[in-house]
């Protein structure tokens, strides 16, 4: 099953998307030179950025959350306050 499609002009659906960010696409420029999305009527731009952003995000995990963890990764020892 293909996903819902967000680009009804271009036929784009969420698996595009997501396959487009598999193969390097980060941004909605990316997204338009790969896919056409957002190059004709414009209504699925806010769609795709939401769908680009959920694919860039691993499930469950910002990339803000994902960033503290990395900065303060646990190294076995604690501090008694």
Known sequence: MPGMI???CKAVSEKH???AVKSGATSLRDLTRKLG???C???CVPEAKATLSASLDPPGESAVLAAA???FART???FAV
Do not use: D, W
């Open 69 to 71: 963890h990395a900065c």
């Open 6 to 8: 967000i680009c009804v």
């Open 17 to 19: 998307i997501r396959s």
């Open 76 to 78: 076995g020892t604690e």
């Open 37 to 39: 999305v957002g190059t």
């Open 41 to 43: 009527c414009g209504k």
